[in-house]
């Protein structure tokens, strides 16, 4: 059985200015639930922007995003947020927390914006930091962890709402090796026990093998 596509890009192009030649160039995808899929390619070649475009935080110059069976391209600002808030998680590559709020904070702050009630988002996060072993730094602020605890709690926040649709870009450049298999595992546990569709950006090729499918941009 073909598991349902969660994301499709439909001849996606996009160019950061005008009259400049694409970087994402008439891309067509789909994307299912319960698969991990690696974007891989050269510095340059598109990788952030992809994720970018198909996770709604830059809007495409031609084309088309899916999400789910439904065209969201053409939704408004407020309602592409709160479908991201709601139903996407995104990891970065550095982390991009907020340095004025503690970390369990920084954690509920946009489930929270979507609608999860605040005693439950802090029992979650809770939990999650216990998973991820950063439960003791929940009061602490960002400047006060190190870099992989950065990432952990990152993956932390992204994975706060049970996301159906998780993206990493480069979620693990930072990091050692012990701490990036934590955050390739959490991930890949996402997609296969929870079933939601993951895509993750990385310059590292020996993820590829454990990836279900592979997106190659240098090509
Ligand atoms: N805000 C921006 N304004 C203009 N050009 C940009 C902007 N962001 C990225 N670019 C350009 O778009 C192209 C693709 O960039 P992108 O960041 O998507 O690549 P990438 O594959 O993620 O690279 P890396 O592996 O270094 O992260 C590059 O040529 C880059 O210089
Ligand atoms: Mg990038």
């Known amino acids: ?20 030649l694409p970087v994402i160039d008439d891309f067509s995808a789909g994307f299912h639930y ?22 709604l935080m830059l809007r495409e110059t031609m084309g088309e995003v899916w999400c789910a069976g439904e065209r969201v391209s ?10 991201r808030a709601s139903r996407y998680g995104f990891v970065f590559q550095d982390a991009l927390l907020d340095p004025a709020l503690t970390i369990a904070d920084n954690i509920c702050e946009s489930a929270v914006f979507a609608g999860m009630p605040i005693d439950r988002a802090r029992e979650r996060a809770q939990q999650l930091m216990d998973d991820f072993g950063v439960g003791h730094r929940a009061t602490h602020r ?11 709690v ?5 994975l706060l709402t049970e996301p159906t649709i998780v ?53």
């Open 1 to 20: 059985m073909t598991a349902e596509v969660a994301l499709e890009a439909r001849n996606l192009s996009f160019s950061y200015r005008a009259g400049q």
């Open 142 to 152: 960002p400047g006060e962890i190190s870099g992989g605890q950065a990432q952990r």
């Open 34 to 55: 319960g698969a991990l899929t690696v974007v891989t390619g050269p510095s340059g070649t598109g990788k952030s922007t992809l994720l970018y475009l198909l996770a």
């Open 74 to 83: 053409g939704l408004s600002d407020a309602e592409r947020s709160m479908l």
């Open 167 to 219: 993206f990493g870009d480069e979620p693990t450049g930072n990091l050692d090796r012990q701490s990036a298999d934590v955050v390739w595992d959490a991930l890949a546990r996402h997609a296969h026990v929870t079933g939601a569709c993951v895509l993750v950006a990385t310059h590292d090729e020996s993820r590829i093998a454990s990836a279900d499918v592979h997106v190659d941009l240098s090509r």
């Open 154 to 158: 990152a993956l932390c926040r992204a």
